[in-house]
């Protein structure tokens, strides 16, 4: 199937600082990327859709200002977690759809995820 | 988007065969349904996918009712490498819009 890939698979950062995960769809071109989040034990929760070329369009009770993304290409799409703390601490994931050229269905493929761990 | 219903858990045995049903009454008639595999801090992996009656690959077969409303992942003698949670997502074939999960199916393989 299709890849998608993760960067950096696990980081540890001090409370208050950024860290920007990657998401890039590795052998197809994505219009639009999709974020989520998962806390331990519990089912994935949608954050937010990435459109290429414009502004993210953010789940409800997601702050878009803490949480910015910037769909920068068609492969890429980066997820800044802004002045970061401990409860924002979890495993987020990325996931694009990969064009069906109008021949059948648009299947979703994920990423490895990051876990982010915040001191 | 069509909620769906899984059981929590279920537990088998290497080499048996196990079968996942979901439920989603409110299934669109435009949605397609997909499961996929998660293990631990890992990504969701995809695993089959299918609109209606059945659909074969080569690691599982998903069972599909003229109705819609509910649907089967069928795994064919388990391994203990099975064990993972399974979800079962609805959703249109409609691009820039995300599947929603559920709770997922905690399965675990003993030897």
């Known amino acids: 199937g299709a890849v998608v890939s993760q960067h950096p698979s696990r980081v540890i950062c001090k409370s208050g600082t950024s860290v920007k995960i990657e998401c890039r769809s590795l052998?197809?071109?994505?219009?639009?990327m999709f974020w989520y989040r998962q806390f331990p034990k519990q089912s994935l929760m949608l954050m937010a859709t990435?459109?290429?070329?414009?502004?993210?369009?953010?789940e409800q009770g997601v702050e878009k200002d803490k949480f910015l993304i910037n769909h920068a290409s068609l492969t890429l799409s980066t997820l800044t977690v802004t002045s970061a703390h401990p409860e924002d601490s979890s495993f987020y994931i990325c996931s694009a759809r990969l064009p069906s050229g109008g021949r059948g269905v648009e299947t979703q493929y994920f990423g490895p995820g990051t876990r982010l761990l915040v001191l | 988007l069509a909620k769906t219903t899984q059981p929590i858990s279920m537990d088998s045995y290497e080499g048996q065969e196990v079968n996942i049903t979901c439920s989603h009454n409110?299934?669109?008639?435009?949605?397609?349904i997909t499961w996929y595999q998660q293990f631990p801090s890992q990504g969701p992996r995809f695993i089959i996918q299918?609109?209606?009656t059945k659909v074969t690959n080569e690691v599982a077969s998903l069972f599909i009712p003229a109705d819609r409303k509910s649907s089967t992942l069928s795994l064919p003698r388990v391994s203990l490498s099975d064990t993972a949670v399974y979800y079962c997502l609805v959703g249109p074939n409609q691009a820039g819009t995300a599947l929603i999960f559920g709770k997922g199916t905690t399965l675990s393989v003993s030897s």
């Open positions: 299918g609109y209606k």
């Open positions: 052998d197809f071109q994505a219009t639009t």
């Open positions: 990435s459109n290429e070329g414009s502004k993210a369009t953010y």
């Open positions: 409110n299934i669109a008639t435009n949605d397609y």
